[in-house]
């Protein structure tokens, strides 16, 4: 199964990516995963990425893009794959499809998280990080609206939708039986 998963910093997609893969016996793919491996590697890409993580400004999408497609390319990836974190904007989504069309596949779902504000906000401020304030919470929320929720309807038809408050593994097998037909 080709999945992504869509929700906004918070909503546990990383946790729920960890507890799926191995259900669906596709890989994780994390594009924090792929910026930290690429810069510590300091290969081309992560070279490049680098002078934007430094600074905090977003990596931009070509960089992004070119490391997700080596990663979809490698032979783990070509039956499937979760992507955490990719695509995050239009342009991404669009160039997703390309790739996949080359080869042709294509997306078998999107998997949104919906978890109320209050509740996004008590998880992030309890992680512990130093980067997780009231201020910035609210920053990447309203850039999770205004850039990442268009997705929504990108991937209209095949959006499925899970609430994500509640345990973790709760929420894992809510969407394992929504992702059932889907497979």
Do not use: W
Not at 29 to 47: A, E, K, M, N, Y
Not at 114 to 140: G, H, M, Q
Request: hydrophobic content about 40%; glycine content about 8%.
């Amino acid at each position: 199964m080709r999945i992504i998963l869509i929700g906004p910093p918070g909503a546990g997609k990383g946790t729920q990516a960890a507890l799926l893969h191995s259900e669906l016996g596709v890989p994780h793919i994390s594009t924090g995963v792929l910026f930290r491996q690429h810069v510590d590697g300091q290969t081309p890409l992560g070279r490049q990425a680098g002078r934007y993580l430094d600074t905090g400004d977003l990596v931009p999408d070509r960089i992004t893009t070119e490391m997700v497609a080596q990663r979809l390319a490698e032979p783990d990836a070509r039956q499937g794959f979760l992507l955490d974190g990719f695509p995050r904007t239009l342009p991404q989504a669009r160039t997703l499809s390309e790739l996949l069309a080359a080869d042709g596949h294509r997306l078998d779902a999107a998997v949104e998280y919906t978890v109320p504000d209050e509740v996004l906000t008590e998880r992030l401020l309890s992680r512990a990080r130093t980067d997780d304030t009231p201020e910035t919470i609210r920053n990447r929320q309203q850039v999770y609206r205004t850039q990442t929720a268009p997705l929504l309807r990108f991937y209209a038809d095949i959006l499925l939708t899970v609430d994500a408050a509640g345990p973790a593994a709760d929420i894992a097998e809510k969407t394992l039986g929504l992702l059932r037909p889907c497979g």
